[in-house]
């Protein structure tokens, strides 16, 4: 995997409101979802939007980020941007949809990390290379993690089924 910048640190109880805010609800097209992440933060998505942010990048967050409501487009507008998620803990109903998506995420619990560090997983660690620190991560299930790499629950089932014809 290659390094990935820290572009947002967030805290504990990051709810779906808070990276996709409920106003734009009318808005569900994966398209058009990346143009309201983390719209209460103007400075944030304004560089979203404008490409000053890497796809790629790295958003750590404490613990429960994604709480609140089912909203699959806080999942969705974070996926436009190819962000990788960088969580201590990761709220059940947004770990489903970013898997369902095919989203980057790292269960990492004692993750250390500011805006502007460099991480990069190795052997199952996350590396912060611009402090030198190593923190173990809690890897997914297999299957869970080969959606996410196929790049989410649609194209994984249509590998496996052009993969096994009837």
Do not use: H
């Not at 967030?10 to 996709?20: E, L």
């Not at 304004?46 to 967050?61: F, H, M, T, W």
Request: glycine content about 10%; charged content about 25%; aromatic content about 6%.
């Amino acid at each position: 995997m290659s390094t990935k910048k820290v572009v947002l640190k967030v805290g504990d109880d990051v709810s779906t409101d808070i990276i996709y805010p409920g106003r734009f609800m009318a808005t569900v097209l994966p398209s058009e979802t990346p143009a309201f992440a983390f719209a209460d933060n103007p400075d944030f998505n304004k560089r979203l939007k404008s490409g000053e942010i890497p796809k790629g990048s790295a958003l750590v967050a404490g613990k429960n980020f994604g709480c609140g409501s089912s909203r699959e487009q806080a999942v969705s507008c974070l996926k436009g941007y190819e962000m990788m998620i960088v969580a201590r803990d990761i709220s059940r109903i947004f770990l489903q949809s970013a898997i369902n998506l095919g989203l980057n995420i790292i269960v990492c619990p004692e993750i250390e990390a500011a805006e502007g560090d460099e991480l990069e997983i190795e052997g199952g660690r996350m590396m912060n290379r611009t402090s030198g620190k190593s923190f173990a991560t809690n890897p997914l299930p297999k299957a869970r993690q080969a959606i996410i790499d196929a790049g989410g629950l649609i194209p994984y089932t249509r590998k496996l089924m052009l993969s096994n014809p009837a």
